[in-house]
């Protein structure tokens, strides 16, 4: 059994990368309130590939954009993805970061206005890694092994692209994200 295998990407990819011999893709839907100008692209290029979608919001602190906007412009721009995510980072000097009450706040939101239901996890690095009420957890460690338990998603390499892996293979992710058995 061998991991499925996923990219993550954003605006920052002007095209949509080769997605042959991927099971995943995970792509920024908005960043604060602004939708990600990519995002659409990138998510009917993948839908169209057979891949499981994935969107993911990088947040910001709520002295630049509450956390209400946030939630309410994510899940917009999101649509029929089959995951979500809360990218957990620090922001440039210029832009407040989401603390961690800030990031619970958004979490626990997404989870009481998503239609849909589906997971909503946290994108952070290995060190620190923190609990909020998400319910998957996505790991950044670029190292040659997978960092230790528990994970459900690894970012394993950031640059030129960034690169993910599932922890299990496609017919579990499938099931992970509650679409049964793979096509």
């Given amino acids: 059994m061998s991991n499925a295998k996923g990219i993550d990407i954003s605006h920052w990819q002007s095209t949509t990368p080769p997605l042959a011999g991927l099971d995943f893709l995970i792509a920024r839907a908005t960043y604060a309130t602004t939708p990600d100008d990519r995002y659409v692209q990138h998510f009917i290029a993948a839908d169209k590939a057979g891949l499981i979608v994935g969107a993911f919001h990088f947040g910001v602190g709520a002295a630049q ?51 849909k239901k589906r997971k909503i996890g946290l994108y952070h690095s290995a060190p620190g890694y923190p609990s909020l009420g998400q319910d998957f957890r996505w790991v950044a460690n670029w190292n040659p092994t997978p960092p230790a338990p528990p994970y459900d998603f690894w970012q394993y390499r950031g640059s030129p692209l960034d690169l993910d892996e599932f922890n299990g293979d496609r017919a579990a992710l499938h099931a992970f994200v509650g679409l049964g058995s793979t096509p």
Avoid: C, H, Y
């Fill in 65 to 115: 954009a509450s956390i209400a906007a946030q939630v309410a412009a994510f899940l917009k721009a999101a649509g029929a993805a089959d995951l979500l995510a809360l990218d957990l980072e620090s922001n440039a000097k210029d832009r407040p970061t989401m603390t961690p009450n800030e990031a619970r706040a958004f979490l626990m939101s997404v989870k009481a206005a998503d239609p």
